[in-house]
């Protein structure tokens, strides 16, 4: 060991940079960045739907708890599950998380609550469709019974009624320099961090691009191929059957099998206090522009320009095919006005590197200590489209899991005699204890067979 004085100076430099971390932290706290978003749509079958909110609050009354929501809903076989999914699904998220949770608390709650939230806007979506066909119970029991052995018929009619629609669902929550995205279907989102790399925040989920779920479809009992056309001939892209959807989940769409499923792929991130531009769209401008060219074909410009610029782009690439929808968020340090995002540079090693991976603790200290050189610290990451997977086990010592009694997906009490453990009998289960919770209501125990293919697939039943 040194001299006296030596050890003394590394004393003297160990306590600044805890103060300096200590002080970020407190920054962190105390500032939030600002957002500002642009929106642009060209419009050619009427199906894409958008949602922006920027006044939400998770403490009504609290300005200080407000976060800002935006979604993008392509639909197909028509609007109304996209217009029902606009509508609704922002509540069904937020009716999913306890009550009186802290700030942490509530962010580590929402990938949780954002699959509750889908899978009861799907169940929801689909319950009213058939109660506007049968209003009376009777008559539906028994209609049903004779639908579930009768699916042409089944799908007819729901056809003649406009049930039939499916849409994809894409929503962000920025709530400081988190940002929280759920989404099923293509309409995907991508994180553009200044310079330093740009991300897909979202999975695509196309039969024809996505093995993981051309797999999961067929072990659920439903067959893909293309569309064939006379003397057998192949066309088009991948599509599953019944029903000849290209999209393996969606919220919606009735007349398909269960396997196409409404839970969405989630990913949550932290941004480093120098920000960042997401760009979220609906496939008619991914059909147009790879990632990397949207983003740079935007760079410098403010987010309501910089929308109009990606349709712009998508347009002059590919012509109005689709419909064509883009929202731009620019999360912005509350100490600079906007300056133009600087010109893509080509990304260094290291740089890219900096975009961290799955974070654990002493990785997110890690990351949060060097936030201040533009790394996105990657707080979670979840894709399974198994339900028990997706809603965990319920722990006493941790307050962000989904009440005793009453169902985790869509809210209803539950008598003490009549949940059902989200992982009983399933083979997925993370749990070691199957009567553990969180648990589910009939319905929604039916539901959850039904996506993991225990139940005939044919026509959706809610
Ligand atoms: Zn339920």
């Known amino acids: 060991m040194g001299t006296r004085e030596e050890r003394h100076k590394v004393h003297q430099d160990l306590v600044p940079l805890a103060a300096l971390i200590s002080r970020e932290l407190k920054n962190e706290k105390m500032e939030k960045p600002t957002v500002k978003y642009g929106c642009a749509a060209q419009c050619k079958r009427g199906e894409d739907y958008f949602l922006m909110n920027t006044e939400c609050q998770r403490i009504p009354g609290n300005p200080s708890s407000a976060f800002s929501v935006f979604g993008i809903f392509d639909g197909h076989n028509g609007n ?79 056809h003649v009624t406009g049930l039939t629609s499916g849409t994809t669902a894409t929503f962000v929550i920025v709530d400081g320099w988190t940002v929280t995205v759920a989404c099923v279907g293509d309409s995907r989102c991508i994180l553009d961090t200044q ?122 690439k590919r012509g109005l095919k689709d419909d064509t929808t883009c929202i731009v968020i620019d999360i912005i340090p509350p100490d600079i006005n906007r300056q133009p995002l600087p010109t893509p540079k080509k990304l260094s090693m290291l740089q890219a590197l900096f975009f961290r991976k799955r974070s654990h603790d002493s990785a997110r200290r890690l990351a949060r200590k060097l936030s201040a050189v533009s790394i996105v610290e990657e707080l979670f990451e979840e894709g399974s489209a198994m339900l028990a997977e997706r809603l965990g086990s319920n722990d006493s010592n941790n307050q962000t899991t989904f009440g005793i009694f009453i169902c985790a997906v869509c809210q209803a009490d539950l008598a003490s005699n009549e949940g059902i453990s989200v992982h009983a009998g399933s083979m997925f289960s993370t749990s070691s204890n199957p009567w553990q919770g969180p648990f589910l209501c009939g319905d929604c125990q039916s539901k959850k067979d039904a996506m993991e293919g225990k139940r005939p697939s044919g026509i959706r039943v809610a």
């Not at 009186?100 to 709650?109: H, K, N, S």
């Not at 695509?204 to 691009?209: K, S, V, W």
Request: hydrophobic letters at 40%; one cysteine or more; aromatic letters at 6%.
């Open 80 to 158: 109304a599950a996209a217009i029902y999914s606009r509508e609704n699904l922002l509540n069904h998220i937020l009716s999913s998380i306890p009550r009186g949770l802290g700030r942490d608390e509530w962010l580590q709650a929402l990938p949780r609550a954002l699959v509750a939230g889908f899978v009861k806007t799907d169940k929801e979506f689909q319950s009213r469709g058939m109660n506007i066909i049968f209003p009376s119970l009777h008559l539906k029991s028994f209609i049903l019974s004779f639908l579930k052995r009768t699916h042409a018929f089944s799908v007819i009619l729901l």
């Open 195 to 316: 310079g330093v790399s740009i991300s897909e925040l979202t999975v695509d989920h196309r039969l024809e691009e996505n093995e993981e779920e051309r797999q999961r479809v067929r072990a659920s009992g439903g067959a893909i191929g293309r569309l064939s056309i006379c003397a057998g001939t192949e066309v088009g892209p991948l599509r599953c059957w019944p029903g000849g959807l290209c999209l393996s989940r969606s919220i919606g769409d009735m007349d398909v099998g269960e396997f196409i499923v409404p839970i969405p792929h989630v990913k949550q991130v932290k941004l480093s206090n120098k920000g960042g531009r997401l760009i979220l769209a609906s496939d008619g401008i991914w059909d147009a522009l790879p990632s990397e060219m949207a983003a740079n074909s935007c760079r410098g410009l403010p987010a309501e320009l910089a929308s109009r610029q990606v349709v712009k782009e998508a347009l002059r």
